[in-house]
């Protein structure tokens, strides 16, 4: 059982480009989220989706696209990259929605990302 | 929208001795989870408080819901380099929300 898998765990990219970080999980968690992590910051909800086919933006979803196809895979999408969304990234799931959303986000090992 | 406030933004402590991290909320919260990272790691889920006034140890650590449901705070006593990491606290404001807030963490380092 692995969990959240992030992947990569580390990535270069110059500004403009594009790149998807991949997650996946194989828990059978409804709940998925994409969060980053600034130094001082904490962290920040860019997207989330509460099922296949349904996602919603977060806190800072700006430059970010997602989507959710399967239950299992919710890839995150920089469109540009920019040196602003040089960045820790994270995704997490958990069980449930509705009455069951207040359950143990699961995080993965996280992707480290740098714009140059 | 809401917000999650957490202090001390920092904590520098002697092995041994007591240590508390406090989150306040500028809305009323129906849970709050409690995580916690170690350097390089990513958060893992220590404990969710959902209760009024809600008291729960786990060993040394004792975590506290206010009665207001507004405010938690995380105390460990005679603290132990195992301890060592970053606390966040993260609440969600009402049953209607997916969205899970995140205080920016209180980073504990321990002297030995």
């Known amino acids: 059982n692995a969990g959240v898998t992030q992947t990569p765990k580390f990535q270069v990219l110059k500004t403009g480009q594009s790149m998807t970080l991949q997650c996946a999980q194989d828990m059978n968690h409804e709940y998925m989220s994409w969060y980053r992590q600034d130094p001082g910051m904490g962290l920040r909800l860019i997207h989330y989706s509460v099922g296949a086919g349904i996602t919603d933006q977060g806190e800072v979803p700006n430059g970010y696209n997602v989507s959710r196809s399967t239950t299992e895979d919710f890839p995150l999408r920089l469109l540009s990259a920019a040196p602003s969304q040089t960045s820790v990234y994270f995704c997490?799931?958990?069980?449930?929605?509705?009455?069951?959303?207040?359950?143990?986000?699961?995080f993965g090992d996280g992707t480290r990302l740098s714009i140059l | 929208g809401q917000q999650v406030m957490q202090i001390p933004q920092y904590q520098h402590v002697q092995e041994g001795e007591d240590f508390t991290t406090y989150c306040n909320s500028s809305t009323t919260l129906s849970n709050i989870q409690w995580y916690k990272q170690r350097p390089g790691g990513h958060p893992v889920f220590l404990i969710q408080?959902?209760?009024?006034?809600e008291v729960k140890k786990q060993k040394r650590l004792t975590f506290q819901f206010g009665e207001a449901k507004k405010n938690s705070s995380l105390h460990i006593t005679a603290t132990q380099t195992t301890d060592v990491g970053t606390y966040f606290c993260a609440g969600r404001s009402g049953a209607g929300s997916y969205q899970l807030t995140f205080g920016k963490g209180t980073k504990l380092s321990v002297i030995p």
């Open positions: 997490a799931s958990s069980p449930g929605t509705g009455p069951v959303m207040d359950q143990p986000q699961h």
């Open positions: 408080l959902v209760k009024s006034g």
